[in-house]
DNA sequence: GCCTCTTGAATAAGTCGTACCTAATGGGTT
DNA sequence: AACCCATTAGGTACGACTTATTCAAGAGGC
């Protein structure tokens, strides 16, 4: 069987990693590398190099004579953009993000802060950009479009904060929009309060401005703890 | 050659990942599976799953007919524990040991905010002996144990946040502290502000006063950044 | 008789070597 | 310039062997 186009280490991979961050395979549970070969009917040369690759996001511990043992939660990567994704797709996506939330009302702000003091001038031009952008999809059900933006533009915020650990958070941030808007049941369109608000941040980076960027910034992230607590349980 | 105790592959990735991360292999380099296994003198099996998990990290890319190529510092998987350790042990220990710091000045005052709010009287209870720990060892050279308190007293306040992403970060900033005191030279005793300040702490959680918890935090934070200006190049 | 310590067989992961498949590449041909 | 083919290096498979753990049975001491 060989169905997937991008190497069957990478199907393997995807699968069981699902299923273990949903909690298909609950922490303690034990897999076995033969039966997963013979699952997956593949080789256990590919089943080792994806339980080695599960190890490092520290969700399993392979131990001899016992098996692949499922670690606790509190173990796992979750700073993995991929376990990120996987845990998005899965059962607990509201609590999730809902923490991921959190995370970006905490970095966000700084990372505006930081922006409005190092941006470039490129980088303040295309903030500006996406923000128009975001303000000519705002209407008329172009959420997709919408999207494409509101992503480009805190990538680039927390691009010009010019700290690798906040730019390397655009991805996290990435998939935290796009399971908003996705999963998330999004019928209507954004927020038109968060679209100035995004527009205003723009200005404030441009004018070099850290505390209005900063307060800015917090504004919008109120907002998106806002918008979690009205749609989620 | 088979000097380690863990596995091959441990110290294989171990070595690997110390090579790419401190810039030895500097991205855009091409190393080969065959040469691998002849280096390390292991098959290349044990090689192919190292690659597989260095591959993981995003730290580099495997394509056929081509090689296993370096890829470039922005696509790394900073917030892997194990990429931070390297990092540190590395190079640009330095400027790895700023942009945490900064990470940590965004997170932490949050999370003691939440932590204010949500402590258990256990995690208080905890919280105050470590900040005596701390008090204990702040004088004549107990550089090792106060390290020790510091780093579970930041670990609690991070966990008491209820936040996962934020008690996963419990581990980055124990590399952080753990990489001041020991690569940073610290001849001294610690700063007795910094002290004094983790005692105020533990009063402001104990008490449920997120401002304060949060203004404290900040405070910490600030002096950290501060030793790390007075310290480093 | 019950408990502890030792010993040994069973087990599943770890390692190895080889053989073969496949895709990307680069050069040579038309 | 477009095409084709030999080469190359990773991808996959299989089978044999090694080693650490575990668990249980048996020996010894209380």
Redesign the pocket.
């Known amino acids: 069987?060989?169905t997937?186009?991008?190497?069957?280490?990478?199907?393997v991979l995807d699968t069981l990693g699902l299923e273990i961050s949903s909690g298909q395979c609950p922490p303690g549970s034990?897999?076995?590398?033969?039966?997963?070969?013979q699952r997956?009917?593949?080789?256990?040369?590919?089943?080792?190099?994806v339980?080695?690759v599960l190890?490092s996001m520290h969700l399993v511990e392979?131990?001899?004579?016992?098996?692949?043992t499922v670690r606790p939660t509190e173990t796992w990567n979750v700073y993995d953009p991929q376990v990120i994704r996987w845990r998005l797709a899965g059962a607990d996506r509201p609590r999730q993000l809902r923490s991921l939330t959190v995370l970006r009302s905490a970095i966000e702000p700084v990372a505006a802060s930081l922006a409005a003091r190092h941006a470039t001038a490129e980088q303040c031009a295309e903030l500006t950009e996406r923000a128009l952008g975001m303000v000519a999809t705002s209407r008329g059900q172009q959420l997709e479009g919408y999207l494409e933006h509101d992503i480009a533009f805190h990538r680039i915020v927390l691009n010009a904060s010019g700290n690798e650990m906040f730019a390397r958070l655009g991805d996290v941030v990435a998939e935290v929009l796009a399971g908003r808007t996705h999963h998330q049941v999004m019928f209507e369109d954004p927020d038109p309060a968060a679209v100035t608000l995004h527009v205003r941040l723009a200005e404030a980076v441009r004018e070099g401005d850290p505390e209005a960027a900063e307060r800015i910034t917090k504004e919008i992230a109120v907002g998106a703890l806002h918008e979690l607590d009205v749609l989620a349980p």
Chains 1, 2 share one sequence.
């Open positions: 069987m060989t997937q186009s991008q190497g069957l280490h990478t199907h034990v897999l076995r590398t033969d039966e997963l070969a997956f009917d593949v080789s256990r040369t590919v089943i080792r190099e339980i080695r190890e392979s131990r001899r004579r016992v098996g692949v």
